[in-house]
């Protein structure tokens, strides 16, 4: 959504005051969880819904 935009992970995070650090983390699928207040940020900043950024994945487990 960033690349259609056109806005930079920089330029994202000073418009939502996040570090740019956190908003990698958020971008590349590590985070555990995001707050409600972040994500409404993200999608107004993006203008999208949450459905556009965010994806269900189940997690592995390591039992075989």
């Known amino acids: 959504m960033m690349a259609k935009r ?3 992970l920089n330029e994202l ?8 650090a956190n908003l990698s983390i958020l971008k ?3 985070a ?3 707050r409600f207040s972040t994500l ?5 900043e993006l203008h999208c ?3 556009d950024i965010l994806a269900y994945e189940e997690e592995q487990s390591d039992d075989k």
């Open 6 to 8: 056109k806005i930079s």
């Open 13 to 20: 995070s000073d418009r939502l005051q996040i570090t740019p």
């Open 28 to 30: 590349t699928g590590k």
């Open 32 to 34: 555990k969880a995001i």
């Open 40 to 44: 409404e940020a993200i999608c107004k």
């Open 49 to 51: 819904q949450p459905g």
